[in-house]
């Protein structure tokens, strides 16, 4: 159906399709912070409305989930630094950048420890709002714009608990703090006394301001409210 060009965001959309309270908080609310990963008084109803399609009008490719059987840290990056080593690329742990020069076809940098480099191709993995600070003033107009990007975690708590909750690989959470738990017995094989679960929020801006202790009791209750 069409909506009006002024409804951009998927709040918008639910208000001028009249979603119901229960309706947003089990469907609407937790499936735009898995896939959009971001609030729905932010998320971009277009890139929403792709989604949905794909998912409910694709091939059954379009919504499968593919779960780790390990820890993503343990998968493949052991390997990123070889590779790029045996391709005349060059790996620094520890090394923060302090300065940064950049010119049409190369760039040079400062790390903490006082050692420059230089090459033709660099990769950013740093916040926007550190990427604006280190870049040179006046070469790139628009990255003064980069802190409007903002950040959106995604956060995981991680308890063990001394009987089986769960025996699915996972369990979606709807109307939760909460949108997943994973089974780490099932889903990594974990071998460890009782169970291991991860719970697991998007678009978790409010829930990274809490404690570690707050997050606990939050995620405990979470396990027994459901």
Partial sequence: FKISADIITIAQFMNFT?????SRELFWVPLCNAVMNVSVDMAPIQGFGEVLHRVFFGSRHDSSLVLADKPLSEIGFKEVPVYLENHQ??????EGVQSFKVSKNTFELTTRSGQTYSGDALIWAVPPTSLTALWPVGDWPKI????????S???SVHLIVS??????QLVGLSGGRFEWVFNRNANWNYQGEGQYLSLV???AESLGRQSEKELLDLAVQEVKDH
């Fill in 18 to 22: 009249r979603q119901g309270p229960r």
């Fill in 89 to 94: 690329g060059f790996v620094h742990f520890h």
């Fill in 144 to 151: 003064k714009s980069l802190p409007q990007l903002g950040k």
């Fill in 153 to 155: 975690p995604i956060l």
């Fill in 163 to 168: 009987q089986s909750l769960i025996h699915e």
């Fill in 201 to 203: 929020a998007s678009a």
